[in-house]
């Protein structure tokens, strides 16, 4: 084991209680897991490993459901993403880990406030905002590991169809963690230990993304957004707290 068995346990449920929420939605495991794995583990350690387990759960939804994402909406805004993940990795290498810590706490609490004040019907979001939502997408994804939370309120302000903008955000997460994991794997930050974590975490993740999957269908997309929303502040606020204290 890579890691201490008591560390593992938490861990285990925290990626079962992810992934739960990444097959209601097509996104959203970071957001939750993220910031409660680095209170038993480094960052530099968290991102990799849910690199690995984001890219078997958006490939097994993403590929599955790709014929029903809206590629053109996808297609302009990979680019800029790529550009700011390249950004947000060299960030990840450089930056303390306080400040990485207290950064993450911010952003994830920002994207919570956000998805709470997100009531009623809301007009299209201009086309023109792809190139600010792909490069702070890309920088959020690279350096905390929660890049998801910028394109959701975008893609959410451009496809109303609840089926097709799970499709399209996990295809576009899938697309993100492969370059991702490249990118990792070229700042060394992804070897043995890191994928001996996921791979254990793993039939965890995938118990959650069936549960998760079964009653997508059930739960209204409002009620979901208030619960993840809550869930995130909660977990944001964790993480401001523990870069004060550490």
Do not use: C
């Amino acid at each position: 084991m890579p890691v201490e068995p008591s560390e593992f346990l938490v861990a285990a449920a925290m990626i079962a209680a992810a992934y739960f929420v990444f097959g209601l939605s097509g996104f959203g495991s970071g957001l939750v897991a993220i910031p409660v794995l680095t209170h038993l583990w480094p960052v530099q350690f968290v991102l990799p490993v849910m690199v690995v387990l984001d890219l078997a759960a958006s490939s097994s939804v993403g590929v599955r459901e790709r014929r029903h994402a809206k590629w053109r909406e996808l297609l302009y805004l990979t680019p800029f993403t790529f550009v700011g993940l390249i950004m947000g990795v060299t960030l990840l290498v450089t930056l303390p880990q306080n400040i990485t810590l207290a950064s993450l706490g911010a952003a994830v609490m920002l994207f919570g406030f956000l998805s709470l004040r997100s009531r009623g019907p809301r007009r299209p979001v201009s086309a023109g905002w792809v190139v600010p939502t792909g490069l702070v997408s890309g920088v959020a994804s690279g350096l905390f590991g929660v890049g998801g939370a910028p394109a959701v309120i975008y893609l959410s302000g451009r496809i109303s169809d609840k089926s097709v903008l799970r499709a399209t955000l996990a295809t576009m997460l899938f697309i993100s963690v492969v370059i991702r994991a490249v990118l990792l794997v070229a700042a060394g930050l992804l070897a043995g230990r890191e994928l001996l974590t996921a791979a254990a975490l793993a039939p965890f993740g995938l118990i959650g993304l069936l549960a998760g999957s079964r009653i997508h269908l059930k739960l209204s997309r409002e009620q979901f957004a208030r619960f993840v929303a809550g869930l995130v502040i909660m977990a944001g606020l964790s993480l401001i707290a523990r870069s004060l204290l550490g």
